[in-house]
């Protein structure tokens, strides 16, 4: 679990204070999640993402992961907790793919960098995760955008830390890449209980596939929460002002199913859609049918799930629903 | 980093280029010696071996290859630790301006002590080398020294490339100065030092050189690791561990010691430090240090002795200027490199 405490960030230098960019950043992250950092440009996500990742010291508070505090790690330790996938270009003509994913075992090699026996299974595995096992003899610079996204990645794997972080990962990529680079990084926090920060403007891809948002506004105090619930409560058109650029390209999305276990929402229109993205996400079957034995209502910030018409849980969060339902249904 | 059959003979066939090159350095010349001679001498019998030749390779041709060889060998790695650290396939050893600093020193010796200030005495002989020689360091090492500073609170490397760039504009401005309140001998001195040459180092200095280059090429080799790291960009390495500024700081250092060593005793020696490395990338299509580390110096320690050879090969008047040699060997190399990689650069830049 990453958690910030009273986090102050920007740019400072060791005579003269400057302001902090926020007011004091508390947030989390569970472990084994997806979390996105959003906000419109200029509102320090790079910046505190920097901050995480030390290139950039906090000018005031902590960053903890686990029982770890962050920001008092001396360069090998952080390296062995913290990897980071950036938009910066490989320029090396002659570098391979698969040295740059044996990089990513340099915290645990010795002097001169000379891999040990148990390092080349975790390199293969790392290649092989990321789906890049026929790319591994080619040059960087012979591999398309997408592709180095996920030697990156892999490079990140094979470092093995708790948490990666990500700066702008969709930057150069098409919306199939950029879809196929978030079931990538699905599969790695749900199977391999990574703990994964994304910083993006791509608001469209992270409500979908991210677990938790993070919000920044400038000037303004940071909030997170489950995507949906963040636009349920206002908080995105509030911070981000665009959450209507999709909401129709969101229309139609779900898929309804007749089994048993099909869940019906009813709700408002606009309620409904991200309720429903929020349980496909988590692994729900959706119903049309108000025939269906579990039903979801939402109304005044209330959701109730009733089984068989019965009322079984009312709760104010969304998250709270939805663990409720997963023991209903599974 | 795998030792595979390839890169063993690839490199046994360099180490027997480089024994090939040494011998034709101690064989070739004004006076052709032949092989079965040069060898007895090396280990230091003078059996059925004529004073003359034994005077020529023990005092001067062994000097020299030597030189070269060690010049060659430094000034290879020094070039590639620039290139690796500043991430620019066009910085060699002269960037941070350490050798426009020995020019100058160079030029204001021979200034106050030339005919141009009414003296005479340092133009030649042993004083008159060994002043040079100090002269030059001075200039180099003050010029190292800033960089040094500056680099420690100025972490920024283009800033470092940019100042280093300065730096050889004001000491080459400084230098045209002082050339043009000198007199004509003073000035063809001074072109001349500036053409290079391995053959001003006497049996005793060469000791010194060899271990001082010895020691900074073991240095070198320490930083692999670091500079591997760098090859993903600092951001990278920081992450992944390595403390980036301290290991870039290290690397100006030990690339700065070689060039101000090599500059005060050879002059400034072109394009060695700028071509080999690239030379060694393509040779051996890597840019593993732990390859190219060795790769350059066998291949620069080749390249200075071919070099050394070409210039005095019979036929020529005495011998050829070295930088002449090394600028027209060097650069048509570099520009092949270049066109040959062109596809790599564009697709990135």
Known sequence: MLITEDLLIGYGRKNTEYAPLLPPINLHIAQGTICGLIGANGTGKTTLLRTIAGYLKPLGGIIKLGDKQLNNLIPSERAKNISVVLTDRIEDPFLKVRDVVVMGRHPYTGFLGKLRQADEPIIDESIHQTGISHLQHKRMAEISDGERQKVMIAKALAQDTPLILLDEPAAYLDYPSRMELMKLLQKLSRKHGKTILISSHDLEILVRKADYLWLLGSGRAAVEGMPEHLILNGSVSSYFGSESLFFESLTGQASFSDQADAVYVSADKYSALWIRNALVRKGFRLSDHSTSLIHVEYQNNTYVIKNEQHTVHQTDSLSGMLDALSGIIH | ?349
């Not at chain 2, 010696?33 to 005077?55: K, N, Q, T």
């Not at chain 2, 023990?58 to 060998?73: D, I, K, P």
């Not at chain 2, 180099?140 to 960089?147: C, Q, T």
């Not at chain 2, 051996?284 to 066998?298: E, N, Q, V, W």
């Open chain 2, 1 to 349: 980093m795998k030792i595979t059959a390839s890169l063993t003979s690839l490199f046994t066939l360099l180490i027997l280029v480089l024994a090939g090159l040494f011998f034709l350095n101690l064989v070739s010349g004004s006076v052709l010696i032949p092989v079965r001679e040069v060898i007895p001498v090396l280990f230091g019998s003078e059996y059925g071996i004529s004073d003359a030749h034994y005077a020529i390779i023990r005092e001067f041709r062994l000097n020299q290859a030597l030189t070269a060889l060690v010049s060659g060998a430094g000034l290879a790695v020094a070039g590639l630790l620039m290139q690796t650290i500043f991430r620019n396939p066009l910085a060699d050893p002269s960037i941070l301006g350490i050798s426009s600093g020995a020019s100058l020193g160079v030029a204001l010796l021979m200034m106050f002590t030339g005919t141009t200030s009414g003296q005479f005495f340092l133009q030649n002989g042993f004083w008159g080398s060994l002043g040079i020689s100090a002269a030059a360091s001075a200039g180099a090492f003050a010029v190292l020294l800033i960089i040094l500073l500056v680099s420690r609170h100025i972490g920024n490397m283009i800033s470092i490339l940019i100042i280093g760039l300065m730096i050889s504009y004001i000491g080459g401005a400084l230098t045209g100065l002082i050339k043009y309140y000198s007199q004509k001998d003073d000035i063809y001195a001074f072109v001349l030092w500036g053409m290079g040459s391995f053959s001003n180092v006497d049996s005793q200095t060469i000791l010194y050189l060899m271990l001082i280059i010895l020691l900074a090429l073991v240095a070198a080799f320490l930083l692999v690791k670091p500079l591997n790291l760098l090859l993903l960009g600092e951001r990278y390495a920081f992450a992944l561990g390595s403390h980036v500024r301290r290991n870039q700081w290290f690397a100006l250092l030990i690339g700065g010691l070689l060039t101000a060593v090599i500059t005060a005793f050879a002059g400034p020696i072109a394009f060695i430090g700028l071509a080999v490395p690239h030379m060694a990338r393509n040779l051996f299509r890597s840019s593993d240090h732990r390859i190219l580390m060795p790769a350059t110096i066998i291949t620069g320690a080749s390249l200075a002795l071919f070099c050394n050879w070409l210039a005095r090969l019979p036929g020529f008047d005495g011998s050829l200027p070295i930088n002449a040699i090394t600028s027209l060997i060097g650069a048509p190399m570099v520009i092949w490199i270049i066109v040959s990689r062109r596809r790599f650069y564009s697709e990135n830049s």
